[in-house]
């Protein structure tokens, strides 16, 4: 049984790349339509609209490379180890190598980081959680619906302009949201502003290759209290009065 939404093209396809909707410092978004390969016989028309999401190299083996293709340096692969604290690697030879940093370790870490991404994005879609349904991922490439339309991408909470009623709204979408998320045993892990989309009224999580198990995490809810933090203090700065512990304290009743 397929449970995948009913825009999706799953059908033979190709895919048209149409250029960058976002270039940042751990990944590229594009927008890429794909089209059922019976449109071109005018049979079937059927096209949707998916944002790949490609992570830059992590490692540099060469000196200047990065900077070479156009691109700042990634930041530190160190900090995955923490996050990862509670994974359990099947192959004992798989621990010690990412625990050493090789080479090996950290191909092992690059694929997963995708497919975690995925994951943790297919669940909580499945649970109703506003996340842009994840299509697929390979290596180094995730594919997600696309929030936005043909004239524009949807614009990072950060950047869009919300009247006092669309501000009061869009909170209480990331408290649904939020309490979606710590049910499914999750924390963000990286929540701000510019981890969340709003478009037409909707609020989007986004960016969640950090993410981590509160369960198997010993610095999980660490992590979840500073993602409230963070957030609460967006939108208190933007004249909502929040009350931050009081929203954790509330998240913490939804494990
Ligand atoms: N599904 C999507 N639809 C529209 N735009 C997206 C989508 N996913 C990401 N973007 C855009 O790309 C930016 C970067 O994506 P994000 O997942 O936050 O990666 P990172 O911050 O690691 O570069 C987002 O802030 C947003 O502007
Ligand atoms: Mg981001």
Known sequence: MSDHPDWLVDEPHHDVDHGVIKSG?????????????????????????????????????????????????????????????GRQFRKSRDRRAIERMSTYGKRLLQDRWTETEHEVMLELWRRGVSVPYPIGYADDVLDLEYVGSWEMAAPQLSAARLSRHELD???????????????????????????????????????FPQSIDIAANMQGLDYLHRDVLNICGWFEHRGLTVDAEETFADLLSFM
């Open 25 to 85: 410092k751990e990944a590229q978004v594009n927008l890429v339509e794909r089209v059922a390969d019976g449109a071109r016989d005018g049979a079937d028309d059927r096209s949707c609209l998916i944002a790949r999401k490609r992570y830059l190299p992590r490692h540099v083996t060469q000196k200047g490379q990065l900077e070479a293709l156009g691109v700042q340096r990634a930041s530190a692969f160190r900090h995955d180890v923490q996050y990862r604290e």
């Open 169 to 207: 709204d869009a909170y209480d979408q990331l408290i649904v949201g939020l309490r979606g998320i710590v049910a499914a045993g999750i924390a963000h892990g990286d929540l701000s502003a510019y981890n969340l989309l709003w478009w037409e009224g909707r609020l989007w999580f986004i960016d």
